[in-house]
């Protein structure tokens, strides 16, 4: 059941980059990324409940800041490049970020990394120069939108490690509010400054947008306490085949030869740490 769950979310994670992209085209990165957080906080404290005052107490506050404001920043990252890049390249270059935990948690965690793992991060990064290929003559929107990405990838990867922390002292829901709200709040200061009255239909669609995010995480939490991290979180790179069938059929978009085999090789080597990881867990 965990995997089924791992699967629902992902379709609901690729499904909010969609409307994002979408939304984009009309509305503000600001807006947008408000709406997210904004109408998610509604979902976070529905699924609480009569239990919210208890969900809203943290033993940890300052890693809820702080883990809540690497969410909103990769948030804002990936919004900004998914507007100039292809869905399933932005999907791809997100990738990363599972990997780049490995390298982080050196620093950060005082884990120690084995050289296999080493060479499968090296094997990612190579990934990551196909997806982009710096050395061609792109168009500077796409360079740019990557550089986002990649930025996205790097905080995304942070966030990933500080929620290892958090767990240690809070519920899964209480994250979840924290990072709605503390989301909200923030991009709340700047929405003013960058509002566009939305007609009726793009209201349904940015709300959609803050449903998906907040039933996704939800739907995240089931899936990890259903099965195991090691077994669950490799079937979120499925959600590059609903990134792509999105892309073609909302954008007219198709990931080209290079972005298939810079996915192949970051999936690859993301799939081999995990795989390391949970020998050496074992062991």
């Known amino acids: 059941m965990g995997i089924l769950w791992m699967l629902v979310t992902v379709l609901c994670f690729t499904s909010l980059d969609t409307l994002v992209k979408h939304l984009l085209e009309t509305y503000s990165l600001v807006q947008v990324t408000w709406a997210r957080f904004f109408f998610a906080t509604i979902v976070a404290a529905l699924a609480a409940g009569r239990s919210l005052p208890q969900v809203v107490r943290s033993k940890a506050p300052a890693l809820q800041l702080s883990r809540s404001l690497l969410l909103a920043l990769t948030t804002a990252l990936f ?58 003559s792109q168009a500077g929107m796409f360079i740019s939108g990557a550089t986002f990405l990649l930025i996205a990838a790097l905080l995304n990867a942070s966030y990933q490690i500080t929620t290892r922390k958090v ?63 090691s077994v669950a979180a490799p079937f979120s790179y499925s959600s590059l085949i609903w990134a792509a069938l999105f892309g073609w059929f909302f954008f007219a978009e198709w990931p080209d030869t290079w972005t298939w085999l810079g996915a192949a090789l970051i999936i690859g080597s993301g799939l081999y740490i995990f795989h390391r990881e949970r020998q050496h867990r074992s062991n």
Not at 83 to 93: E, F, G, Y
Not at 174 to 185: D, P, Q
């Open 79 to 136: 919004n900004a490049g998914v507007r100039l890049v292809p869905l399933a390249t932005a999907t791809t270059i997100m990738f990363l970020a599972p990997i780049l935990v490995t390298v982080l948690s050196v620093p950060m965690l005082k884990e120690h990394v084995g050289p296999r793992r080493w060479i499968g991060v090296l094997v990612g990064f190579l990934g990551a120069l196909v997806v982009v290929r710096p050395w061609e």
């Open 167 to 229: 767990r240690l002292y809070d519920e899964p829901l209480t994250s979840l509010f924290y990072t709605s709200v503390i989301g909200a709040l923030v991009t709340t200061l700047f929405v003013p400054f960058h509002w566009q009255w939305p007609g009726a239909t793009d209201w349904l669609l940015l709300i959609a947008t803050g449903l998906l995010g907040g039933v996704g995480h939800l739907f995240l939490i089931q899936a990890f306490r259903r099965a195991p991290a």
